[in-house]
C-alpha cells in the first residue's frame, strides 16, 4: 500500500481505486462522521435526534457543507424502511439544492454551474413536498420553518426568471435542532 506516514495511512496519497478496494461509500462516510466534532450523539443510535449520522448532516449544513450533508444522511435514509424515509429524503433533497446554489455563487459563469438555478428550484419543491407532512416539528427540525425557506429559495429565483441566486455564504442558512 501505498501513503504511510508515520503510523497513518492517508487516503490522498491513494488513487480512487485503491481506496474504493479498501472501503465502500457507506464505510467512507462512517469514518467521516466518526471524525466529526458533533455532540450529543447515542452510541446505540436508537433516538434519530442523537443518531450521529443525523447529527452530522446539521453539523456540514451548518458549515456549508451541503453535499457532505447530502452523504451523510443518504447513508442514514438508505438503510430505513419507516415513515422517517420521506422525511430523511426530503432533508436530502433540500441540502442538494444547496449544493447547486453554493456551485453557481462559487462558478457564476461556468457552463456547468451557470445553470444550476433550474434543477435547485426542483429539488427545493421536491424537498417541500416530502417534508411538509413532517410540519410543524419532527426529530428536533421544526419542519414547518424550514419549509417556508425551502420555498422562499425557489419563489425568490422563479421570480428573478431564474437569473438570482439566493444563496451567498454570508446569508447561508443555519439549522438549529430544538
Known sequence: MLGKTGARWFAHHLSREQIKLLMDKGERISRFVAELPVENVDPDQRDIVKHPFYRAFFHCWNEKRYYEAHDVLEQLWLK???????????????????????????????????????????????????????????????????????????????????????????????????
Request: net charge positive; with cysteine.
Open 80 to 178: 430505513t424502511k419507516s415513515p422517517d424515509a420521506d422525511y430523511f429524503k426530503g432533508l436530502i433533497q433540500a441540502a442538494g439544492a444547496f449544493v447547486h446554489l453554493q456551485k453557481r455563487f462559487e462558478n457564476p459563469l461556468h457552463a456547468k454551474h451557470s445553470r444550476r438555478l433550474s434543477p435547485a428550484v426542483r429539488l427545493f419543491r421536491l424537498a417541500e413536498r416530502n417534508l411538509s407532512r413532517f410540519a410543524p416539528r419532527y426529530h428536533g427540525l421544526d419542519v414547518a420553518a424550514f419549509c417556508q425557506l425551502l420555498r422562499g429559495c425557489a419563489d425568490a429565483i422563479v421570480a428573478s426568471d431564474y437569473k438570482t441566486n439566493p444563496w451567498s455564504p454570508k446569508t447561508a442558512p443555519k439549522l438549529e435542532l430544538l
